[in-house]
């Protein structure tokens, strides 16, 4: 399976910044997700990362909130505006492989703390 | 309303006493049902993936089957090394694309 690199892996912020988060993948993926996690909770897609298009979002995200870029085939970022302490989870990118179908695999994550 | 249930939310094994978690879900349209097994701090690690009620996988001392309305994760005499959150996922077969709706998960302790 593809190997998936997120960054950074964690991180403290204040209140009103805002923090991009980086995923890189080993192979060229066809899809490319962003998950979060809140504390002690299970996982929640935020968004689809489209290759050369607009991200497509899930209901309760907003594109100002969390602007998605994939410029190509193996890399992708996720943007927390304006944070608020409700925004500290974990954030997590995952692809879906050109060459098996139907199967997601993860990255290691990024925690967010958010002060 | 599409749903995923999973029970128990926390099931404490000794080691060597094998059990089983379950993933409930009322779903439109089943696309596949994916379990996926969670240290602390890592993200989601793939086990398997099942598509039509029957189907069985298996991968060490787990097992994982699949009926019209849920599936099991079987764990046989598990080690504390199987200690873990196990997650499992639901694809829609309708117009939801790729999106995975996951269980809250159950969380794993096996006692030496």
């Known amino acids: 399976s593809a190997v998936i690199s997120q960054k950074p892996s964690r991180d403290i912020c204040q209140r009103g910044t805002s923090l991009t988060i980086q995923c890189q993948v080993d192979s060229q993926v066809t899809m490319m997700f962003w998950y979060r996690q809140q504390p002690g909770q299970s996982l929640t897609l935020i968004a689809t990362a489209n290759q050369g298009s607009e991200a497509t979002y899930e209901s309760g995200f907003v594109i100002d909130k969390f602007p998605i870029s994939r410029p190509n085939l193996t890399f992708s970022t996720l943007t927390v505006s304006n944070m608020s302490p409700e925004d500290s989870s974990i954030y997590l990118c995952?692809?879906?492989?050109?060459?098996?179908?139907?199967?997601?695999?993860f990255g290691p994550g990024t925690r967010l703390t958010v002060l | 309303e599409d749903q995923v249930t999973q029970s128990p939310e926390a099931l404490r094994l000794q080691e060597g006493e094998s059990s089983s978690l379950n993933c409930s879900y009322t779903?439109?349209?089943?696309?596949?049902l994916f379990w996926y097994r969670q240290d602390p701090g890592k993200g989601p690690e793939f086990l398997f993936t099942?598509?039509?009620a029957g189907e069985e996988k298996e991968k060490e001392r787990l097992k994982a089957t699949l009926t019209k309305k849920e599936s099991f994760l079987h764990i046989t005499a598990p080690k504390p090394e199987d200690s873990a959150t196990y997650l499992c996922a639901v694809r829609l077969g309708n117009n939801a694309g790729n999106m995975l709706t996951f269980g809250g998960g159950t969380r794993l302790m096996v006692k030496p």
């Open positions: 779903v439109s349209g089943l696309r596949g």
């Open positions: 995952s692809v879906e492989e050109m060459t098996i179908t139907d199967t997601q695999y």
């Open positions: 099942l598509y039509s």
